[in-house]
């Protein structure tokens, strides 16, 4: 999901419900972020393990790329809440993006908005004009119908749907016949093609005349660290 970062929005949140930005190097404030991350995850992803706390805290560990802005809704001393605001610092730096978790125990409360408005505004704060956002459930499902809802209703308008799709194994030899029959109308002039150490000059040759040279630039940059 895409909009702007207008003029930021009124009051923070429902009654007795207090938006409070974190800094994740405080004891024990990362894993109260985390909390209701991972009680999106379970409920939405029941048969999936799920983000680690240790994963999400590498994720924000991007000095000089990438500046995160983390914030919890809170009620006495639960977490009903979190969001995460990244800044880019390199590249597109007129951009959010923002990520909003809410527990599913306390969905509907109106804590996401909350926690949405918050973020539109430090985004706001920092020079940012257009915000970004993504959500990951099952497509289909009713909790992916009320998350695009929510986006709509403040503002936002959907840019892009991503379909995973899983296969168990082992795999029984008889579906990958079939899942390779109904691929293989669609494979006409592709070939596989694999090797060990060092592209092979006649790859290189047939692909790199293609690649802009900024992007091979931002391509060596990434790589050299």
């Given at each position: 999901?895409?909009?702007?970062?207008?003029?930021?929005?009124?009051?923070?949140?429902?009654?007795?419900?207090?938006?409070?930005?974190?800094?994740?190097?405080?004891?024990?404030?990362?894993?109260?972020?985390?909390?209701?991350?991972?009680?999106?995850?379970?409920?939405?992803?029941?048969?999936?393990?799920?983000?680690?706390?240790?994963?999400?805290?590498?994720?924000?560990?991007?000095?000089?790329?990438?500046?995160?802005?983390?914030?919890?809704?809170?009620?006495?001393?639960?977490?009903?809440?979190?969001?995460?605001?990244?800044?880019?610092?390199?590249?597109?730096?007129?951009?959010?993006?923002?990520?909003?978790?809410?527990?599913?125990?306390?969905?509907?409360?109106?804590?996401?908005?909350?926690?949405?408005?918050?973020?539109?505004?430090?985004?706001?704060?920092?020079?940012?004009?257009?915000?970004?956002?993504?959500?990951?459930?099952?497509?289909?499902?009713?909790?992916?119908?009320?998350?695009a809802a929510f986006a709509?209703?403040?503002?936002?308008?959907?840019?892009?749907?991503?379909?995973?799709?899983?296969?168990?194994?082992?795999?029984?030899?008889?579906?990958?016949?079939?899942?390779?029959?109904?691929?293989?109308?669609?494979?006409?002039?592709?070939?596989?093609?694999?090797?060990?150490?060092?592209?092979?000059?006649?790859?290189?040759?047939?692909?790199?005349?293609?690649?802009?040279?900024?992007?091979?630039?931002?391509?060596?940059?990434?790589?050299?660290?």
């Amino acid at each position: 999901m895409t909009g702007r970062a207008g003029t930021p929005p009124g009051p923070e949140g429902p009654r007795g419900v207090r938006i409070v930005p974190i800094d994740p190097g405080r004891p024990g404030s990362l894993g109260a972020w985390f909390a209701p991350i991972a009680a999106s995850g379970r409920a939405d992803w029941p048969a999936e393990p799920g983000w680690a706390l240790h994963e999400r805290a590498a994720l924000l560990a991007q000095p000089g790329v990438m500046t995160h802005l983390l914030a919890i809704a809170a009620e006495g001393r639960e977490t009903l809440g979190s969001s995460q605001v990244r800044l880019p610092l390199r590249e597109d730096t007129a951009t959010a993006d923002i990520e909003v978790w809410v527990a599913p125990a306390h969905r509907g409360r109106g804590i996401g908005r909350a926690l949405l408005g918050h973020a539109e505004r430090v985004a706001y704060e920092h020079g940012r004009r257009i915000v970004s956002g993504s959500t990951d459930v099952p497509l289909g499902s009713p909790e992916a119908a009320r998350r695009a809802a929510f986006a709509r209703a403040a503002g936002y308008a959907p840019v892009l749907d991503e379909e995973r799709h899983a296969l168990a194994l082992p795999v029984d030899p008889g579906l990958l016949d079939s899942l390779e029959s109904a691929a293989r109308p669609h494979a006409e002039g592709y070939r596989f093609a694999g090797w060990a150490g060092r592209c092979p000059a006649r790859s290189c040759r047939s692909h790199s005349p293609r690649v802009p040279a900024r992007a091979r630039g931002r391509a060596r940059r990434a790589t050299a660290g």
